[in-house]
């Protein structure tokens, strides 16, 4: 690996780490003391993990806004244990904290982000509210355009119903739509390396073909295959 690409590896890793044992983000001065660089070069390490999309920094200054699955602000998405809570960014990304976490948890919501409050328990590895649905609007390979909103618009429904009127009501387009339980087992790979000091970003053929081993095969999930990371 290349001296950028290790760093990212090491960046995100000490990031990720830090959010799992305190539940917020350790800001510059802390990563200048984990890295044991300096401030001006850990700066330049946070944007080009953010370059790489491993990253999101705050518009005005460097610090860490999101890095997925995890949001440092709040959000729809609270997932809770025994010991802590986190804002996910989305239902996926929710989902994905609970596969890193890696232990019995509970994620709030609310019904497309303007409905009742819903719990969803995940106890031994198994959600005990499987009747749920996700909504994928925007297509993965426009993700990345905008990723705080596409992430804000991937929410919880009850029934496809739901999301028939929710589409109409917002005049957002319908996209894909996949039981929890899917999500769920995709989730626990998708998410399941990032907790990895040696951790790097899925391919696009790699994403392409994870996506196809759970059944995401709708136009929603189409990337093209090439040399970037997803």
């Known amino acids: 690996m290349t001296n950028i690409s290790s760093l990212n590896s090491t960046l995100h890793y000490e990031i990720v780490k830090h959010i799992v044992e305190k539940g917020y983000a350790p800001k ?25 999309h491993g990253v999101v920094l705050h518009p005005k200054s ?28 989305c239902a996926w990304c929710s989902l994905g904290v609970a596969a890193l ?12 982000a303007n409905g009742h409050q819903v719990s969803i328990h995940i106890r031994d590895g198994k959600i005990v ?6 909504h994928f609007p925007i297509p ?28 109409r009501r917002h005049n957002i387009p319908k996209g894909d739509v996949q039981p929890i339980q899917q999500i769920w087992e995709f989730s626990k790979t998708w998410y399941g390396n990032h907790l990895n000091p040696d ?23 189409k990337i093209p295959v090439s040399d970037t990371r997803f």
């Open 140 to 167: 993965m390979q426009n993700a990345w355009d905008n990723v705080i909103y596409t992430c804000s618009t991937m929410l919880l429904f009850e029934n496809e119903h739901q999301i028939d009127t929710w589409c």
């Open 199 to 221: 951790w790097t970003k899925w391919t696009a053929e790699e994403a392409a073909q994870i996506f196809e081993k759970f059944g995401l095969v709708s136009e929603t999930w």
């Open 28 to 52: 510059v001065k802390e990563l200048v003391d984990l890295l044991r660089i300096s401030e001006e070069d850990t700066i330049t390490a946070l944007k080009n993990l953010q370059e790489y």
């Open 129 to 134: 509210e499987p009747d749920y649905y996700i």
């Open 101 to 112: 976490l890696n232990q019995d948890v509970t994620i709030r919501t609310t019904i497309g």
């Open 62 to 89: 460097h610090e860490v806004w999101v890095i997925h699955p995890f949001s440092l602000a709040p959000t729809n998405f609270l997932v809770s244990s025994a010991s802590g809570e986190w804002w996910g960014n």
